[in-house]
């Protein structure tokens, strides 16, 4: 079945240091691949995404690279701070295009 | 953080009962969503719906039930058919498109059976 798989399950890094998440996916139909944020207590809230059609994507101090002949995305957060601390989750949308296919999440965090 | 809502927060239940948890949202959103969270396990689907008095099973639907009576409101019931209930569940809606859009969390409701 459609699957995707997130490493690592942990990380710990410096503040300031990057931190970068990876993940792979099984279908691949799949064109839609967002990244959540989940800080302790509250819901997870999208913080990027990226479609096939491209093969990065930033917004301040995130980015997102996508690899279709590979099948791996890849989130990359620089020069990170304490307010990076959380899980983040990988997904891809399923085949049909009607439900999102999670990782098993990433729990960074940040020291300074 | 409106939008979305799921009560209760927290819910007790006895073994052997069925409780519903309660999703509603405001966004005029076609597409809802429930998921199951657990300790390292990530966000698991139960069930989604795209439409109102239609609604297909996720990965791990047996043991719940799902409704779509109105496009607002998305309850998922937990029977005494799944075996281990105690989770973190999320609702989640979106616009629906066939091609996957941003999915809006409730805050969740943490079930814990006695």
């Known amino acids: 079945g459609e699957n995707v798989e997130q490493h690592p399950s942990t990380l710990s890094v410096q503040e300031g240091d990057s931190a970068v998440i990876k993940c792979t996916y099984s279908?691949?139909?799949?064109?839609?691949f967002p990244w959540y944020k989940q800080e302790l207590g509250k819901r997870p809230q999208l913080i990027i995404d990226i479609r096939s059609n491209v093969g990065e994507k930033k917004d301040q101090r995130i980015a997102v690279t996508l690899n279709k002949t590979a099948k791996h995305f890849s989130l990359h957060i620089t020069e990170t701070q304490p307010e990076d601390s959380a899980v983040y989750f990988c997904a891809a949308v399923n085949q049909a295009g009607t439900a999102l296919i999670f990782g098993k999440g990433t729990t960074l965090s940040v020291s300074s | 953080d409106g939008g979305i809502t799921q009560s209760p927060k927290y819910l007790f239940r006895k073994e052997g009962q069925n409780v519903t948890l309660s999703c509603e949202q405001n966004l005029n959103h076609d597409a809802m969503y429930w998921y199951r969270q657990d300790p390292g396990q990530g966000l698991r689907l139960i069930y989604y719906s795209q439409i109102v008095n239609d609604f297909q099973k996720g990965d791990i639907a047996e043991g719940y039930s799902v409704s779509r009576e109105k496009k607002e409101s998305f309850p998922l019931t937990v029977t005494s058919a799944q075996k281990n209930p105690t989770a973190f569940y999320l609702c989640a809606s979106s616009v629906y498109r066939d091609r996957g859009e941003e999915q809006f969390f409730g805050p969740g409701t943490r079930l814990t059976v006695l």
């Open positions: 279908d691949s139909a799949s064109n839609y």
